[in-house]
């Protein structure tokens, strides 16, 4: 049902409901339904969202990744693609309830987890979303490191001066958690575009380095049989869809403003593979011509860009590289997790406190190991929390949509004692399908001979835990599909 077909008295009415009929340990202005002069996003801000979230240096690494990994551009571009859309399946399921009752993600999943239960899942988000936090330090760490070695080459294999620049950076970010988001928001319509003109500027360096498109993209597949491709082409289709895997369970705080369903679906279904596929080619392009001008294949554009012969073009795109993972981390990854820890203990816990939680929980995940090398980010981070991602999003699904037919009741997400209240605020059949997700999706790491379960881990624990879940509440309260059983 498109929210243009839902009255503007109908949404205000249930506002006015909820104002009288919430829970205050449930409910605040941020969390509540979107009313309908809230209803402001059409097909374009959709498209402008993914564009400018797609364009970021973490995007350009994924896919270099690949190259750097033996496949030739055309195998990357083709693996990029078919991740994306795959991803886009549950990303639009789950987009579907913010649209169509204005509620944002941790209310979102009260309805399967329970009042209480959904705590967990916004914390399995929250974790990852510390990772992201911790790597985006670590490369703005780089990306100062670098800028001080085209200014003074000599400290160019002082890894003290790496370290310096990354804590350095990770206390800016700190300080700016303190200060609150809003001292860097004029920064944000800049963000994209600084990233958009740093990779251009190294697309068309690595283009004249390397003499031209065809040379540029000549570097050929190393793999030589179809089994070989295959044993990286799985697991790497796995990273992609991994890449999106935290977004597409809380973009309901996202489509909670479209102004219908297909503003967000049309939006969403252009937007998302375009800008990652047309982003992602930037990335193949330069590290398949990097094999061609260095001989080896440089993964890191930070790196890249710390071999110009131009000290102030590398200076100023390093700048723009540094700005933007500044304000990316700060709005992708520190407000989240920040306000998901906050919601644990309010009384305890502040948005400063859970932003100094996220950055200290972010230097714990060491992000260094995680990006030392494409194997580590695309087989050890990406893929490994896909397994824990994966399940939560399959859980959602089918209670939305198999076991709900669509139907909510909005009031009772944010009371005490209602349908979503199972045992004491948790329904422990969805935990059962998280665990048994989990478990299936990640235990090839413990046991090699099912390392094939690890290499398909989103896919594992999407299905275990979606099967598993339907199985079990099945039999649980026949009128649950009303969306207002007792």
Not at 296 to 321: C, D, K, M, N, Y
């Amino acid at each position: 049902m498109a929210v243009s077909s839902i009255s503007t008295r109908a949404l205000d009415q249930s506002a006015a409901d909820l104002a009288v009929k919430h829970d205050s340990r449930l409910y605040n202005a941020d969390l509540a339904p979107t009313v309908a002069a809230q209803r402001t996003w059409g097909t374009y801000n959709y498209i402008a969202l993914w564009f400018s979230m797609s364009m970021e240096v973490t995007t350009y690494m994924l896919a270099s990744s690949l190259i750097a990994g033996g496949m030739n551009w055309k195998q990357a571009i083709l693996t990029i693609l078919l991740g994306n859309l795959i991803v886009l399946v549950p990303m639009l399921l789950n987009a579907h309830a913010g649209a169509k009752y204005g509620i944002p993600f941790p209310v979102f999943v009260r309805a399967s987890f329970g009042t209480r239960g959904a705590n967990l899942p916004a914390m399995l988000r929250a974790v990852v979303a510390c990772g992201w936090f911790g790597i985006q330090s670590w490369l703005g760490g780089q990306a100062i490191a670098a800028m001080i070695g085209v200014l003074w080459p000599q400290t160019a294999d002082m890894p003290f001066v790496l370290w310096a620049s990354f804590l350095g950076f990770w206390l800016l970010n700190m300080y700016v958690v303190w200060r609150g988001v809003e001292s860097i928001r004029f920064l944000q319509s800049f963000s994209a575009p600084f990233m958009l003109v740093m990779s251009l500027t190294l697309l068309f360096w690595m283009l004249h380095k390397a003499g031209g498109f065809g040379p540029m993209l000549s570097a050929p597949s190393h793999f030589h049989t179809t089994g070989s491709f295959l044993r990286f082409f799985f697991p790497s289709l796995t990273a992609m869809v991994g890449y999106w895997a935290t977004l597409s369970l809380n973009i309901p705080d996202f489509t909670r403003y479209a102004r219908s369903q297909d503003s967000q679906i049309v939006g969403q279904a252009f937007g998302l593979p375009v800008a990652m596929v047309l982003y992602s080619f930037i990335g193949i392009a330069c590290t398949s011509a990097s094999v061609t001008i260095f001989g080896e294949p440089v993964w890191s554009p930070i790196t890249l860009l710390g071999r110009f012969h131009q000290p102030f073009a590398a200076l100023l795109a390093l700048v723009a590289l540094l700005i933007a993972t500044l304000n990316v981390n700060i709005g992708a990854n520190v407000v989240s997790p920040s306000n998901d820890f906050s919601n644990l203990a309010p009384g305890l816990i502040s948005f400063r406190t859970g932003g100094l939680i996220t950055g200290l929980l972010g230097l714990a995940m060491m992000p260094w190991k995680l990006m030392s090398s494409f194997g580590n980010y695309i087989f050890g981070w990406l893929i490994g929390y896909s397994g824990l991602l994966g399940p939560v999003a399959g859980i959602m699904v089918a209670d939305y949509f198999l076991i709900r037919g669509t139907r909510l009741d909005t009031v009772s997400l944010y009371r005490r004692g209602g349908p979503y209240e199972y045992t004491r605020g948790i329904n422990p059949r969805a935990i059962i399908a998280l665990g048994a997700g989990v478990i299936v999706a990640l235990i090839g790491l413990a046991v090699p001979s099912l390392r094939f379960l690890y290499d398909y881990a989103w896919f594992v624990g999407f299905f275990v835990a979606a099967v598993s879940y339907y199985l079990l509440m099945l039999g649980y309260r026949a009128d649950l599909r009303t969306g207002v059983a007792s």
